[in-house]
T-cell receptor, first 117, second 116 residues
Framework: KNQVEQSPQSLIILEGKNCTLQ??????????LRWYKQDTGRGPVSLTI?????NTKSNGRYTATLDADTKQSSLHITASQLSDSASYIC????????????????FGQGTILTVHP | GAVVSQHPSWVICKSGTSVKIECRSL??????MFWYRQFPKQSLMLMAT?????????EQGVEKDKFLINHASLTLSTLTVTSAHPEDSSFYIC????????????FGQGTRLTVV
């Protein structure tokens, strides 16, 4: 069964601290993995997207890693800010029939991050 | 980055009425648009996939007669919730995939529907 599981479900940290969110997936055949940030009442915004051959990608204070062998990804946030409070969603895409690289997305349940001053 | 705009951002309607939500790709052509539903503290659930000029493909358990999807152009898809009931109250999000690129989907800002 194609699944994406994220941990922890929620996390509270102090402003300025670092944190790491985890994502494990069983989606196959794998095409790409994305991390999204979703503010309350808003649509998801893409942070990073990684294909099979990429094992790290950064976007400012966000750094995502991917281990395609163990089917694990992490999102590391450095020097957290109050505005980082949001839900972070890991999304995995399967290879579509015919071998093209975009297919149905499987969403994790998200990690709710709260940054306190 | 590509911009996907939803309208309205929020809507309150009476039970039994119909509500239309628009999803527009503002600066690119979207061959495929996706409609999701999200309940509080849950992840996005795909409702249907629509390709420009053809009928939408609905996920199992989603009533196609209740959630009407039209994708008449490469920049616009609409979701109409017909005969709305309070249990239809939810956050509806669309996403759009570019015509020329097949690795990225861009999300709209979402529409909060409340049925009273």
């Amino acid at each position: 069964k194609n699944q994406v599981e994220q941990s922890p479900q929620s996390l509270i940290i102090l402003e300025g601290k670092n944190c790491t969110l985890q994502c494990n997936y069983t989606v196959s055949p794998f095409s790409n993995l994305r991390w999204y940030k979703q503010d309350t009442g808003r649509g998801p915004v893409s942070l990073t997207i990684m294909t099979f051959s990429e094992n790290t990608k950064s976007n400012g204070r966000y750094t995502a890693t991917l281990d395609a062998d163990t089917k694990q990804s992490s999102l590391h946030i450095t020097a957290s800010q109050l505005s980082d409070s949001a839900s972070y969603i890991c999304v995995v895409s399967r290879v579509r029939a015919g071998g093209t690289s975009y297919g149905k997305l499987t969403f994790g349940q998200g990690t709710i991050l709260t940054v306190h001053p | 980055g590509a911009v996907v705009s939803q309208h309205p951002s929020w809507v309150i309607c009476k039970s039994g009425t119909s509500v239309k939500i628009e999803c527009r790709s503002l600066d690119f052509q979207a061959t495929t648009m996706f409609w999701y539903r999200q309940f509080p503290k849950q992840s996005l659930m795909l409702m249907a996939t629509s390709n420009e000029g053809s009928k939408a493909t609905y996920e199992q358990g989603v009533e196609k007669d209740k959630f009407l999807i039209n994708h008449a152009s490469l920049t616009l898809s609409t979701l109409t919730v017909t005969s709305a009931h309070p249990e239809d109250s939810s956050f509806y999000i669309c996403s759009a995939r570019r015509r020329s690129r097949n690795t990225e989907a861009f999300f709209g800002q979402g529409t909060r529907l409340t049925v009273v």
